[in-house]
């Protein structure tokens, strides 16, 4: 026998020495059948744990394509045991994310994730009608709700404040009551949207502030956010806007609303009744103060530097012999020019039929034909600058001039009235946000009347106001303020009247 023949029979040899001669009987084999359904498979886990080979693929499959966003820095560090249905959801993520990227998948990774599909495909599966449920619900609910957007805004004022000075400019002898009181007044403003292009706003108001007018004996002490509602919340404001195309916007108004609520403003530091002005006089050119009730108003942006504006308000469209076209009722019609951030003017007229009483001038302005008249209409011219000298010091002035007609009197008498302002507006003034604000003026003033001169203003009154809105945080500001009225109702007869008040305004 030659050595390759040795060495075959010596491999056969002791491969017959390792065979285990015991036959295998049933019995035995149904041993190892019993062990072998002892060992679970992935399918049948009850949870995922990361040294399974499930949770390794997962991890390798985050880490090469990043399909999950776990820490801040981007890494992913599961290293918790999962439920099946929490690994489901990791899984649903990652596969989604990579189907998303726009990248070849390599053929190793295809069969792994295959793999993962198939070994989870009952927790997949019922993952996926899970949000299909949650996607019908919200469907549902926003089918059902009054609006897909619906905001609440609330705002509270308190404001100490008093009236010094020696008898009442009404000419009653009656002296000024120099006592403090404490007014309030409560907003609360509902606005919606139905496309996200408009607003439906409904403002609920309650005041308790006094009309100074009635303690001084004139309307030139006025504060710009007085009022008395008797305690009763009342809708002080209801309307709808909408855009028409994209520079164009439409606003309609059953109440509320007066012409200056419709028109831009160029000196946004004083308009606010909450933030601005504490005078009503303060706030904005008197001729955009005629009128206030159901209106309709359009707004147009030629450019970024243009705008025109205009609205028509009803004062007693409730009434049905008035209605909206037959009573008193003011027009306003508005140009505003923004040439450069730190410019900006416009220029106002205003129409008005039995509505040009502004609230802020003389007795003679609201009635400067004696009650004779029941047709009075007025034409009105005003303009209004703004410069920003630096981005933070402000200066402007407005100026406003308006022809009243008594149109039902012999000869048709005319009233001419007049009203100026200059003004400085210091922004961030000790802290951010805060504005300090001077106003010097004339009231709206008779300066001529065909009517007789008895009917005319003879001395001029001025305005003169201080303020400083400090913002204590964003929901609340404090606005301590004072102006000063000289010669009353144009009259230096009259005594010098002074107006205070800290003005304590919460928003939320």
Request: glycine share 10%; net charge negative.
């Amino acid at each position: 026998m030659n050595q390759e023949g040795k060495f075959r029979l010596i491999i056969f040899s002791s491969l017959l020495m390792l065979i285990n001669v015991t036959p295998a009987t049933a019995s035995s084999i149904r041993k190892v059948q019993d062990y072998s359904s002892q060992i679970p498979s992935v399918s049948q886990l009850s949870d995922v744990s990361p040294d399974d080979w499930a949770y390794e693929a997962l991890r390798s499959l985050v880490e090469r394509y990043g399909c999950i966003s776990g820490f801040p820095d981007g890494s992913y560090r599961g290293n918790q045991t999962l439920t099946r249905n929490e690994f489901a959801v990791a899984l649903n993520n990652c596969l989604q994310n990579i189907e998303s990227l726009d990248t070849q998948i390599e053929r190793d990774t295809l069969a792994t994730i295959q793999r993962l599909q198939s070994e989870f495909s009952p927790q997949l599966t019922r993952l996926g009608n899970k949000i299909e449920q949650l996607e019908t619900r919200v469907t549902t609910l926003e089918n059902q709700q009054f609006s897909p957007n619906l905001e609440l805004e609330g705002e509270v004022i308190f404001a100490p404040l008093v009236a010094i000075g020696g008898n009442k400019a009404d000419g009653s002898g009656e002296s000024v009551e120099e006592n403090v009181a404490l007014g309030n007044r409560v907003r609360l403003t509902l606005e919606s949207s139905f496309t996200g292009k408009d607003e439906l706003k409904v403002r609920l108001q309650s005041r308790q502030v006094a009309e100074l007018e009635e303690v001084t004996g004139t309307q030139m002490s006025n504060l710009g956010f007085d009022g008395d509602d008797g305690e009763q919340f009342e809708i002080d404001e209801l309307g709808y806007q909408f855009l028409l195309g994209q520079q164009t916007s439409i606003t309609l108004s059953t109440g509320g609303e007066g012409l200056g609520d419709y028109v831009p403003t160029v000196s946004r530091w004083f308009s606010g009744s909450s933030d601005g002005s504490i005078s009503t006089f303060g706030r904005e050119n008197p001729i955009r103060r005629q009128g206030e009730g159901a209106g309709l108003g359009i707004s147009h942006d030629f450019s970024d530097a243009i705008n025109f504006s205009t609205a028509y308000v009803a004062i007693d469209s409730e009434d049905p012999e008035a209605g909206l076209f037959y009573g008193p009722f003011a027009a306003i019609a508005q140009v505003t020019f923004t040439p450069l951030d730190s410019l900006a003017f416009s220029l106002t007229y205003t129409n008005s039929y039995n509505s040009f009483n502004t609230g802020t001038g003389s007795r003679l302005t609201g009635n400067p034909f004696n009650d004779s008249s029941d047709a009075i209409k007025a034409n009105a011219y005003g303009a209004e600058a703004a410069i920003a000298i630096t981005p933070t010091f402000n200066i402007g002035g407005r100026i406003g001039y308006l022809e009243a007609n008594a149109k039902d009197l012999s000869e048709n008498p005319e009233a001419d009235i007049l009203t100026w302002t200059a003004f400085l507006a210091l922004e961030d003034v000790g802290t951010e946000g805060s504005v300090a604000g001077l106003i010097f003026g004339q009231p709206p003033k008779v300066i001529d009347n065909s009517f007789g001169e008895d009917f005319e203003d003879p001395d001029t009154s001025l305005h003169i106001e201080a303020f400083y809105q400090l913002p204590l945080n964003d929901n609340i500001a404090i606005t301590p303020g004072m102006f000063v009225i000289t010669n009353p109702e144009h009259n230096s007869n009259n005594d010098t009247i002074y107006i205070g008040t800290i003005r304590t305004t919460f928003s939320f």
